[in-house]
Structure formats: structure tokens, C-alpha cells
């Protein structure tokens, strides 16, 4: 399979805290995005990274991809219960024109 | 409403059973795709649609079957369901295929359709 794996598989942290999640793949890659998925709900995106960028930033959040590692990591600064979703990464194996997910991080922030 | 929408939301059959599942969006995207999401799986790709008239399988396509006779639509049709195929359908939308670092990329996801097969 060439699906790519996130960890951990579930996060618990207070509000205020940061969070940090994982994702690896297993091939090349043109972009990388983030998802996050509320229980019972569709998935929204949150944030594209280039493979020719480094660390990407928006509101609260803030991206990295190491190519050469072949992962990236998804940060939430000053959490909120709001922030109580799964999260997914998520990659186009290029030329191939399929999206390949993560197997998701489900985040639970306690108020 | 602009956006992406499935129908039904909720639907329950019997084995052996045609169901189709629909999804329309509004927004022209060239792109089109269907996921079955699982515990333990994630997300999975059943099949996808580049244009109206070109489909082509994901990771998942057997017992599915798919058409796209207008850019807004990409209906899904299980031809004689199975239990194995209880699950919660997503279809999704993208201006582009993900063939360059372009943001078009990014897919927009409709709410949902959580289908079981007794």
C-alpha cells in the first residue's frame, strides 16, 4: 500500500498546549497538504506546502516537509478544545494523478 | 449553494442490492473523486475522474462502478452491495490533478454519505 503513516495515532493535551503530528510517505512528491476532519464531518484543508518549500505558516499553524526524509510535520500553537479533530496528511504520488492519505492523528484538546 | 453536496446522507440496504450514490459540485472543478473511509484504513480512494467521459480506478475499485457524463456530477453505484462495503463515502472536488506544486490542488469534500448493508 502506499499509504502514508501518521503518528502519533491519537494526541491528548490541555488547552494552550502545542501539538505535533507526523506524517511519512514513500514516494516523490510535487505538494503536500494537511486536512483536518471534525467526528461525523468532511474533511476541510488547512494547508498546502510545495515540495520546493521548507516550513510553511498559517494563523496558528506551521508546516514542514523534508523531502530528503520523506515527511512532514503538522504544528498547532496555543491549542483550543475547538482544535479536537483528526488530522490528515495527504499526497499526490506524482504522475500518477491519485491522492494518497495519511492514516490520520485524532487530537482531543481538553478545556 | 455553491459548494459540494452528496446524497444521500444516510442510507441503508440489503445485500446484493444496487445503490448509487450521488454527488454534484458547483464550482466546475475538472477533478472528481470518491474515498470509502473505514476505522483503521483512513481514507481510500475508490475511483476518480480527471474530465467529464475519463475515469479511472484508485486503490479500492472492485464491486464500484462510476460515470461522468457532466463535469458537476460523478455519480457511484455499487452494483450488488456487499457488507464489506459498509462505510461512510466521501466525494471530493479539485481544480487540478496534482501533477504540479500547484494550490489547485487542493480537494474540497463533501459531507458524506454513511451507508450501510445489512
Known amino acids: 500500500s502506499q499509504q502514508g503513516e501518521e503518528d502519533p495515532q491519537a494526541l491528548s493535551i490541555q488547552e494552550g498546549e502545542n501539538a505535533t503530528m507526523n506524517c511519512s510517505y514513500k514516494?516523490?512528491?510535487?505538494?503536500l497538504q494537511w486536512y483536518r476532519q471534525n467526528s461525523g464531518r468532511g474533511l476541510v484543508h488547512l494547508i498546502l506546502i510545495r515540495s520546493n518549500e521548507r516550513e510553511k505558516h498559517s494563523g496558528r499553524l506551521r508546516v514542514t516537509l523534508d523531502t530528503s526524509k520523506k515527511s512532514s510535520s503538522l504544528l498547532i500553537t496555543a491549542s483550543r478544545a475547538a482544535d479536537t479533530a483528526s488530522y490528515f496528511c495527504?499526497?499526490?504520488?506524482?504522475?500518477?494523478?491519485?491522492?494518497?492519505f495519511g492514516t490520520g492523528t485524532k487530537l482531543q484538546v481538553i478545556p | 449553494d455553491a459548494g459540494i453536496t452528496q446524497s444521500p446522507r444516510y442510507k441503508i440496504t440489503e445485500t446484493g442490492r444496487q445503490v448509487t450514490l450521488m454527488c454534484h459540485q458547483t464550482?466546475?472543478?475538472?477533478?472528481m473523486f470518491w474515498y470509502r473511509q473505514d476505522l483503521g484504513h483512513g481514507l481510500r480512494l475508490i475511483y476518480y475522474?480527471?474530465?467529464?467521459?475519463?475515469?479511472d480506478k484508485g486503490e479500492v475499485p472492485d464491486g464500484y462502478v462510476v460515470s461522468r457524463s457532466k463535469t458537476e456530477n460523478f455519480p457511484l453505484t455499487l452494483e450488488s452491495a456487499t457488507r464489506s462495503q459498509t462505510s461512510v463515502y466521501f466525494c471530493?472536488?479539485?481544480?487540478?490533478?496534482?501533477?504540479?506544486?500547484?494550490?489547485?490542488?487542493?480537494?474540497?469534500f463533501g459531507p458524506g454519505t454513511r451507508l450501510t448493508v445489512l
Open positions: 471530493a472536488s479539485s481544480e487540478s490533478g496534482g501533477g504540479s506544486t500547484s494550490s489547485t490542488d487542493t480537494q474540497y
Open positions: 475522474s480527471a474530465a467529464a467521459d475519463i475515469t
Open positions: 514516494t516523490s512528491i510535487n505538494n
Open positions: 464550482w466546475s472543478h475538472s477533478y
Open positions: 495527504a499526497y499526490w504520488t506524482g504522475g500518477y494523478q491519485k491522492v494518497t
